[in-house]
């Protein structure tokens, strides 16, 4: 039997096990079904005998009105005194049908009728609560309505015997998944079967997902529809694009972007199908990401690059709307394989001493994907960034050689790339008469809302613009509006126009699971990966950290959007880095994490996205 193995089980044995102890058994499971009126936060407070209410003791979930019964965790019930109900954050009247809070080793507590749920006494905050047979309706008289209730003594019951049941359970799952990833690894055929399963997803939310559920999908649409029967771009101000300004005043065809040329084209071949524009546009980011199965079938190195892609359900939901990200995304995955693969096109060009027919293909073909690249979105361009830092990490390490013949390709792929960026943007600048800047803002002068309008007055704008010139210190930027958490929760699953989320609960348990696979990574890279290893996650941490910052940066001082994607090129970085140190990775206790990750993914991408989208209804006649 492999010690180490066994070593390594029982260690996550034992992680698991508390985990489960800490977030599950002693914590209390809180049951609650009721209505709302409107879309708002409910909070349960907790505190001990004699202490106070604070933000740290507190548990909340998004209620909706399309939604009646919700769950989540709270704490440990056996050490508190009592809790303060918030019922909403916002005004919104609210009724309580039942409320049931459950732990192991207790008595439930039940209010589920007019004499139980009267022992919910007003604090402050409310107009009225009036008890009947239909619950307990709460009329909020400001945005912080208070509800107490004293906790009952708690008759306790015997849990022994069953907690030593779970955790006999936890270690031999945890047992049989060490042994059974330690057998799987070697060629990361796994890597293909889950993208399967989020491919099946993404063509499913793709297909049954409403018009406009997206975020800002009409005007990708608009952008997409207009490249169906268009090879260049419009002047700006056009009257017959109109309809494709947002109310920021700005429209996706005068983004430069060339996916949306792309998706045009590829919706215009489905056109004997008499699909809907819409949806047409939508397959084109589904056939991106089956390509990326596709070739997951075909090449273990494309296999390393995908093990990032699938951490997170906000990746995948990308690909299943009309965007541009899908295909950026799609664009700097196909470079990292260019980069990483031993024998790829660029690492033959640049490595070989002679240069013949195929590498002058290879050249035109690389140059061509390197203008792709700079045709992007621009938070893309930190992609660039690393991608440069990369090279010169491939000269230190002496993967490629340092000569004049590698410069000179390294140039020659460079200037292509530049030659077609400088034709489409100098085309796109020719039809506006090379004054794209000045009509760009006149256009925005005279069709953005009022909120957006850059003529408006700063303190008649919205309230996410210009923070810093509001006032808004960095500080408070980062810890009282949350930049940090709202960006977090958009990463790991947030659909819709940001409308559609999880439970508190789900994101805590992303947070705790990302942070011991991200801790484990970092020690075993800097133990084990020497000079290489540590110097490319310099790398990787350094063009990470410049987005991020960037990212911090636009939001404070021009709009403060918290939208996860606008980190997707981290994605593509931390693809590079493992396929490049998956040899240290590939151990139990890291597959074990990304299964984690995996599984709330999942969980997250079926149970709150595609159940929460509003869907086609189909009529069976």
């Known amino acids: 039997m492999n010690k180490k193995l066994v070593l390594v089980a029982l260690l996550f044995?034992?992680?698991?096990?508390?985990?489960?102890?800490?977030?599950i058994e002693n914590k209390a499971m809180v049951n609650l079904h009721l209505e709302t009126e409107g879309r708002t936060i409910f909070k349960i407070y907790w505190k001990k005998e004699g202490g106070n209410w604070t933000e740290r003791r507190v548990a909340s979930i998004v209620i909706d009105p399309r939604q009646e019964h919700y769950s989540f965790r709270l704490t440990n019930i056996g050490k508190i005194a009592a809790l303060r109900v918030d019922t909403s954050e916002r005004?919104?009247?609210?009724?309580?049908?039942?409320?049931?809070?459950?732990?192991?080793?207790?008595?439930?507590?039940?209010?589920?009728?007019?004499?139980?749920?009267?022992?919910?006494?007003?604090?402050?905050?409310?107009?009225?609560?009036?008890?009947?047979?239909?619950g307990l309706t709460v009329v909020p008289a400001t945005i912080d309505p208070q509800l107490l209730f004293t906790l009952p003594s708690l008759s306790k019951t015997p849990v022994l015997l069953g907690q030593a049941l779970r955790i006999g359970c936890i270690v031999l799952v945890v047992f049989l998944l060490c042994w059974t990833l330690h057998g799987v690894v070697?060629?990361?055929?796994?890597?293909?079967?889950?993208?399967?399963?989020?491919?099946?997803?993404?063509?499913?939310?793709?297909?049954?997902?409403?018009?406009?559920?997206?975020?800002?999908?009409?005007?990708?649409?608009?952008?997409?529809?207009?490249?169906?029967?268009?090879?260049?771009?419009?002047?700006?101000?056009?009257?017959?694009?109109?309809?494709?300004?947002?109310?920021?005043?700005?429209?996706?065809?005068?983004s430069g972007e060339i996916a949306y040329f792309f998706a045009g084209k590829f919706a215009k071949m489905l056109q004997p199908f008499e699909l809907p524009s819409y949806l047409a546009l939508r397959y084109f980011n589904v056939a991106l990401f089956f390509t990326?199965?596709?070739?997951?079938?075909?090449?273990?190195?494309?296999?390393?690059?995908?093990?990032?892609?699938?951490?997170?359900?906000?990746?995948?939901?990308?690909?299943?709307?009309?965007?541009?990200?899908?295909?950026?995304l799609f664009i700097i995955l196909v470079v990292a394989y260019q980069l990483v693969r031993p024998d790829s096109h660029f690492n033959r060009l640049v490595a070989a001493d002679t240069f013949n027919r195929p590498s002058a293909l290879s050249l035109a073909g690389l140059g061509m994907l390197f203008g792709l690249l700079l045709l992007l979105k621009i938070n893309f361009y930190f992609y660039l960034l690393f991608v440069g830092f990369y090279i010169l990490w491939r000269f230190g390490c002496g993967t490629l050689p340092c000569n004049r013949f590698s410069f000179t390709r390294l140039a020659a792929i460079a200037l292509i790339g530049l030659a077609l960026f400088g034709t489409v943007r100098g085309i796109d600048s020719s039809i506006n008469d090379f004054r794209k800047s000045e009509k760009l803002l006149e256009v925005r002068e005279q069709l953005a809302n009022e909120i957006y309008n850059p003529s408006t007055p700063l303190e008649k704008k919205h309230i996410y613009l210009h923070m810093r010139d509001r006032g808004v210190t960095l500080e408070r930027f980062l810890r009282i509006e949350r930049w940090g958490e709202k960006t977090f929760?958009?990463?790991?699953?947030?659909?819709?126009?940001?409308?559609?989320?999880?439970?508190?609960?789900?994101?805590?348990?992303?947070?705790?699971?990302?942070?011991?696979?991200?801790?484990s990574v970092l020690a075993v890279v800097m133990v084990r990966g020497g000079w290489p290893g540590i110097s490319l996650l310099a790398v990787t941490l350094a063009s990470a950290t410049a987005l991020i910052a960037v990212s911090i940066y636009h939001a404070w001082t021009m709009d403060f959007q918290a939208q996860g994607r606008y980190l997707l090129p981290i994605?593509?970085?931390?693809?590079?880095?493992?396929?490049?140190?998956?040899?240290?990775?590939?151990?139990?206790?890291?597959?074990l994490l990304w299964c984690g990750m995996f599984s709330l993914a999942l969980y997250n991408f079926l149970f709150v996205g595609l159940r929460g989208v509003e869907k086609l209804n189909f009529i069976i006649v």
């Open 91 to 134: 005004p919104a009247t609210v009724t309580i049908k039942s409320l049931t809070i459950q732990q192991n080793g207790f008595e439930p507590i039940v209010l589920d009728s007019p004499e139980a749920l009267s022992r919910l006494e007003i604090i402050e905050g409310i107009e009225s609560a009036e008890v009947s047979e239909r």
């Open 571 to 591: 994605v593509g970085m931390g693809a590079v880095f493992y396929a490049h140190m998956h040899r240290y990775l590939a151990r139990p206790y890291f597959l």
């Open 186 to 254: 070697r060629e990361y055929h796994f890597i293909s079967y889950c993208s399967l399963v989020v491919f099946v997803l993404i063509l499913v939310m793709a297909s049954l997902s409403q018009y406009n559920q997206h975020p800002d999908e009409p005007f990708h649409v608009h952008a997409g529809v207009y490249f169906q029967d268009h090879i260049f771009p419009p002047q700006i101000g056009d009257p017959s694009i109109l309809h494709s300004y947002s109310g920021y005043g700005v429209s996706r065809l005068h």
């Open 292 to 328: 990326l199965f596709v070739m997951t079938l075909n090449s273990y190195h494309f296999r390393l690059l995908m093990v990032p892609v699938l951490l997170s359900p906000q990746i995948w939901y990308i690909f299943s709307y009309v965007n541009s990200e899908a295909f950026a």
């Open 489 to 519: 929760r958009t990463a790991f699953g947030v659909y819709g126009y940001t409308s559609i989320s999880a439970s508190f609960n789900y994101y805590d348990y992303v947070r705790y699971t990302g942070m011991l696979l991200l801790v």
């Open 13 to 23: 044995s034992f992680v698991v096990s508390c985990l489960y102890l800490l977030l």
